[in-house]
């Protein structure tokens, strides 16, 4: 009986272990060792052994499905991993929801105000030339209205600072100098502000991105979650950290230009607010002397 429980053990189908364990049992009940009664419960005990693991192998799952369902989560990792190659720029443009969305707005007003500052904070622009010798000339021949009026046909910051300062001539020349030099402050104040709205944005989009990484971050695990299979889990989780990176990469391509812009346009304000101090203080020098002298 041993000799056939071992043969049974290497029976492919599963369902001949019952039967060849109920006929164990039936077999030990029947014939009587009468001299080994030992070696008569041993087979019974046996038997009842294969009997047991018999039932618990046929409730198992058949192994074939298991490399079936291995082989479906394998492709269907692929096939989600070949979508995520094959996405263009476009894709992932309008992959990152209404938060990429808002951030390339953000990148169309930033765009739009460098060329504005580029247009508008020259020094063509504040500063034109040939009007500072035309004012100096009509000081210097004592024609103090004719320049006051030069001035105020002139909208640059040099001839809003002059028609400051010369307004001023009635009343002496500190109140002349204190006037051009609230107008200096106040015009310098007016370009900083407009250069402040690069600032905001350069500060800004680096952490919508961040916002928008993190939300899609949790729709990557919170879609993970209702997945089954390991592999397959962790093809739609490299997919959905991949798209939730395009909203920091976004927020990083506008922060920079734009911080870069404020930079250098602050700058610029700086050294052509300075000149205009320096140009002012020598075209109402012949007013200067004028009026102490009068004293």
């Known amino acids: 009986m041993l000799i056939g429980i071992l043969q049974a053990r290497n029976i492919g189908e599963k369902g001949l272990y019952a039967d060849f364990a109920a006929s164990c049992i039936f077999n030990t009940r029947l014939v009587k060792f009468r001299r080994f009664p030992a070696f008569n419960m041993l087979c019974f005990r046996i038997a009842l052994l294969i009997c047991f693991l018999s039932h618990g192998v046929l409730a198992q799952e058949p192994e074939s499905a298991v490399p079936v369902a291995q082989e479906q989560s394998a492709e269907n990792t692929s096939k989600s991993i070949k979508d995520y ?61 004719d320049a006051a009026k030069l001035c105020r046909e002139d909208p640059s910051v040099l001839g809003i600072v002059l028609t400051a300062g010369l307004k001023e001539c009635e009343i002496g020349w500190n109140s002349i100098e204190k006037a051009t030099e609230d107008a200096l402050a106040e015009q310098a104040a007016r370009l900083y502000r407009k250069t402040e709205y690069l600032n905001l944005i350069g500060n800004i989009a680096p952490m919508i991105g961040l916002l928008g990484t993190v939300v899609g971050l949790l729709i990557a695990f919170h879609d993970m979650a ?16 991949y798209l939730a990176l395009v909203t920091t990469v976004q927020g990083l391509l506008v922060a920079i230009p734009s911080l870069a812009a404020y930079a250098v346009f602050n700058n610029r304000i700086a050294l052509l607010m300075a000149e205009t101090t ?8 012949p007013v200067k002397k004028r009026l102490l002298k009068s004293k």
């Open 226 to 241: 209702a997945l089954e299979g390991y592999q397959q889990r962790a093809g739609d989780l490299a997919g959905g950290i």
């Open 278 to 285: 320096y140009i002012a203080e020598q075209i109402l020098r």
């Open 85 to 145: 190659k094959d996405y263009t720029l476009i894709d992932l443009i309008l992959a990152a929801g209404i938060i990429g969305h808002t951030i390339i707005l953000l990148s169309v007003v930033a765009v739009a105000l460098m060329i504005e500052h580029f247009i508008t904070i020259r020094e063509k622009v504040l500063i034109p030339p040939g009007f500072a010798d035309e004012v100096a000339k009509q000081l210097n021949e004592g024609k103090w209205n």
